[in-house]
T-cell receptor, first 116, second 114 residues
Framework: EADIYQTPRYLVIGTGKKITLECSQT?????MYWYQQDPGMELHLIHY???????EKGDLSSESTVSRIRTEHFPLTLESARPSHTSQYLC???????????????FGPGTRLTVT | KNQVEQSPQSLIILEGKNCTLQ??????????LRWYKQDTGRGPVSLTI?????NTKSNRRYTATLDADTKQSSLHITASQLSDSASYIC?????????????FGRGTQLTVWP
């Protein structure tokens, strides 16, 4: 099991609420990621970070925001939740990697978000 | 367009039987290909990572093959167990470093019946 944690595991919340999904890892990894996954569909990268104070948008446009104040912590925030945000959110981390050597990406257990 | 296609979409087999899952990709340039296992409600867990020069890699009862010429990979599961029931995801990277992008397939949902 990888040392990467997500809380809460399940969240049901009403439209318009502000939510923060927590992700932390104890492996000292520099790079962290947030993915969104709907049932039966592929993972889509929504945010990533190369290290402290670094955040980048991923391939899938998302209304969420992220921050990276500490190496081990990469929270995702939705200022005003909508039903269209209902999905599974997966956090992952990896070492930075060098050259052509493949780097292992470790995933957390995910947060299942339902917005009513 | 860089894509990863997996087949079949779903598969049901009896415990103890073998099965093979397929992955075709159009990602270019190609750096490496990964197979992940994702249990329901959990995050994916890596099974194998294969680079261009590797055409077979085993991890316990899982054997992955890669044909970089035809851009195809397969995952063979031997003597299936009930715990093998999960989604198996094929992922292709276009570069080895974390500057590269990962392209995810939609997965094959495997169900093992007793």
């Amino acid at each position: 099991e990888a040392d990467i944690y997500q809380t809460p595991r399940y969240l049901v919340i009403g439209t318009g609420k502000k939510i923060t999904l927590e992700c932390s890892q104890t492996m000292g990894h520099d790079k962290m990621y947030w993915y969104q996954q709907d049932p039966g569909m592929e993972l889509h990268l929504i945010h990533y970070s190369y290290g402290v104070n670094s955040t980048e948008k991923g391939d899938l446009s998302s209304e969420s925001t992220v921050s990276r104040i500490r190496t081990e912590h990469f929270p995702l925030t939705l200022e005003s939740a909508r039903p269209s945000h209902t999905s599974q959110y997966l956090c992952a981390s990896s070492v930075l990697g060098q050259g052509s050597v493949p780097y292992e990406q470790y995933f957390g257990p995910g947060t299942r978000l339902t917005v009513t | 367009k860089n894509q990863v296609e997996q087949s079949p979409q779903s598969l049901i087999i009896l415990e103890g039987k073998n099965c093979t899952l397929q992955c075709n990709y159009t990602v270019s340039p190609f750096s490496n290909l990964r197979w992940y296992k994702q249990d329901t409600g959990r995050g994916p867990v890596s099974l194998t990572i294969m680079t261009f020069s590797e055409n077979t890699k085993s991890n316990r009862r899982y054997t992955a093959t890669l044909d970089a010429d035809t851009k195809q990979s397969s995952l063979h599961i031997t003597a299936s167990q009930l715990s093998d029931s999960a989604s198996y995801i094929c992922v292709v990277s276009d570069r080895g470093s974390t500057l590269g992008r990962l392209y995810f397939g939609r997965g094959t949902q495997l169900t093992v019946w007793p």
